[in-house]
Nanobody, 124 residues
Framework: QVQLVESGGGLAQAGGSLRLSCAASGRTFSRNRMGWFRQAPGKEREFVAAINWSGGRTYYADSVKGRFTISRDNVKNTVYLQMNSLRPEDTAVYYC?????????????????WGQGTQVIVSS
């Protein structure tokens, strides 16, 4: 059974940092694109960042570019999201997603596997 388990969420102050992790089990995603999305209360789930299989290509939403960094460790079957300079508007549930065969990395319907999410709250 394939599972994606996110961790690292919590409460941070504006300007602070958090590092999210997403550990995959049940199969390897070392040859697949992976991504992070987030969903704030009352809003649709939106793209945050994505990374290709080797880690050589990364993609970011404009709202997080320069503040967030996505990375991966294929040996550990884990993807990370380093979040710096956090803002209150970053408050959301953050979801890990895996396997994006279409290449449309910013489309939530184009991922085959999802984690359960981890809550991030940024206070002002």
């Amino acid at each position: 059974q394939v599972q994606l388990v996110e961790s690292g969420g919590g409460l941070a102050q504006a300007g602070g940092s958090l590092r999210l992790s997403c550990a995959a089990s049940g199969r390897t995603f070392s040859r697949n694109r992976m991504g992070w999305f987030r969903q704030a209360p009352g809003k649709e789930r939106e793209f945050v960042a994505a990374i290709n299989w080797s880690g050589g290509r990364t993609y970011y939403a404009d709202s997080v570019k320069g503040r967030f960094t996505i990375s991966r460790d294929n040996v550990k079957n884990t993807v990370y999201l380093q979040m710096n300079s956090l803002r209150p508007e970053d408050t959301a549930v953050y979801y890990c997603a895996a396997e994006n065969p279409s290449g449309r990395y910013d489309q939530r319907n184009e991922y085959n596997y999802w984690g359960q999410g981890t809550q991030v709250i940024v206070s002002s």
